[in-house]
């Protein structure tokens, strides 16, 4: 199928059909002694998302015993090959379509910028899954994973330039080519350029460490207070930038603080550790949580979260032991949204 003007990425507060969550690999892990742990946190997530909706783990053929067992009869264990298990980035973005229908866009997938290999199969995982849930696909021109891009569902998209005109993903393309195909397949006309992502953040800065859309004209903003932290001028810089921006809508967006966790290492390595890696599902919110010495920030978001969310049960995971993978629950998702006409219907 030909690039056009494909339709409409929902906002992931819309209605979901189910959620995606693809298996760890041991041998892809930063930390593969860590593996058990790795697969419990994963377990965690995905039965907490099966609370609200159907989820379906991608395994391959040899860990999908494992899988079951974690996760129980509840979800549904789809075998597929795959090299790594962050979904959000080497999975479809699926969007709907004016017919109603829906389309699955299957971004180029380079493993962050060449930073793993091999990536071939997670590309592939995505056409896997799209083809098991019935959905056509539609292939992107360009370098792109799913944690690097946050829309409001009424025209308005946000991302970093650190990440998008890094050029380790599509040193070939200008900022505005990039931007008429983001307009051209997602359907929107408006884009909130962040100049980066959180300090540590492997990924170049993915934007789903450090805003997203609460609502239509809400964004939420992870914030550093202390001077001496790389974050603090990040998210100043941040703040200015959405102060100043201007949505599809013409609204100034509200901005919804949410102070960051105490700075924490592991392996010599600074965690990216962020609030706002939840994940949206039907009815609630997965949100990680850190404990130890951050149970007040923890606490914190907590109440931020619910007064930005009223109509949501807030569901708290551990997320250690996937930030020391590089990641947390909004990375290990991805939101199969539901057809337009079965919204309908």
């Not at 059909?17 to 593996?35: A, D, F, G, K, M």
């Not at 039965?47 to 989820?55: C, D, K, Y």
């Not at 599809?248 to 965690?271: D, M």
């Not at 007064?307 to 990641?327: C, M, Q, S, W, Y």
């Amino acid at each position: 199928m030909s690039m056009t003007e494909t339709g409409r990425m929902p906002a992931e507060w819309e209605p979901h059909e189910r959620t995606l969550i693809q298996w760890p690999v041991r041998n892809s892990l930063i930390h593969p002694e860590n593996y058990e742990e790795v697969c419990a946190g994963y377990a965690e997530a995905a039965r907490a998302a099966a609370e609200f909706e159907p989820v379906t783990v991608i395994a391959e053929e040899e860990t999908a015993p494992q899988a079951r067992l974690h996760c129980g009869d509840k979800i549904e264990i789809f075998t597929a090959a795959h090299s790594d298990a962050w979904v959000r980035d080497s999975g479809p973005t699926v969007v709907q379509e004016e017919s109603g229908a829906r389309l699955g866009i299957r971004w180029r997938f380079n493993a962050w910028g060449g930073k793993y290999a091999p990536y071939e199969p997670d590309h592939e995982a995505a056409s896997a899954v799209l083809e098991h849930l019935g959905i056509p696909r539609l292939d992107a021109p360009i370098i792109l994973e799913g944690g690097s891009i946050h829309t409001d569902g009424q025209g308005t998209l946000m991302t970093t330039e650190q990440c998008l005109l890094n050029p380790n993903r599509n040193p070939d393309r200008t900022r505005a080519e990039i931007e008429d195909i983001l307009k051209s397949l997602l359907g929107v006309t408006t884009i909130f350029w962040l100049r980066r992502g959180l300090a540590g953040d492997e990924t170049d800065g993915h934007v789903d460490n450090a805003a997203c859309f609460a609502r239509p004209g809400a964004v939420l903003l992870q914030v550093c207070e202390d001077p001496k932290d790389p974050n603090y001028e990040i998210t100043q810089e941040n703040r200015r930038i959405l102060l100043s921006a201007t949505d599809a809508r013409g609204r100034r967006p509200e901005l919804i603080e949410i102070p960051q966790p105490p700075a924490r290492r592991y392996g010599g390595v600074r965690l990216t550790l962020s609030y706002l890696n939840f994940y949206l599902v039907n009815g609630g919110l997965i949100l990680p949580v850190f404990g130890g010495d951050a149970a007040e920030t923890d606490r914190c978001a907590v109440e931020i979260l619910q007064k930005a969310f009223p109509d949501r049960k807030i569901r708290t995971v551990n997320g250690i032991p996937l930030v020391r993978e590089g990641g947390n629950v909004h990375c290990i998702t991805q939101q199969i949204p539901l057809a337009r006409r079965e919204l309908e219907e």
